[in-house]
Nanobody
């Protein structure tokens, strides 16, 4: 399974960016993680096939995750960006494997930089 992310860039505080990630196959759960310098990778948001979403508290009300199941694509609309949102954002997809195994797949990171 391959995931191809796009849409990062440089934006001023208060601005918006939209990330996209296309998967080569259907994955039950698609999401976005981010990793800032010197910090651990953290979940930003994820979404199931039927549209159930989960957000980190730090992005609730500012970010919106959505997906197009026909295109196996997940989007992250980021509004009211803050400098602390600066990080490398990674697309992730998961689906059940054999037994209790969950297979997890990662896309390449895309840099998001928010200037103050």
């Amino acid at each position: 399974v391959q995931l191809q992310a796009s849409g990062g860039g440089l934006v001023q505080a208060g601005g918006s960016l939209r990330l996209s990630c296309a998967a080569s196959e259907h994955l039950n759960r698609l999401g976005w993680y981010r990793q800032a310098p010197g910090k651990q990778r953290e979940l930003v948001a994820d979404i199931t096939t039927d549209g159930r979403t989960n957000y980190a508290d730090s992005v609730k009300g500012r970010f919106t995750i959505s997906r197009d199941n026909a295109k196996n694509t997940v989007y992250l609309q980021m509004n009211s960006l803050k400098p602390e949102d600066t990080a490398v954002y990674y697309c992730n997809g998961r689906r059940p494997g054999f037994g209790a195994v969950v297979n997890s797949y990662w896309g390449q990171g895309t840099q998001v930089t928010v200037s103050s």
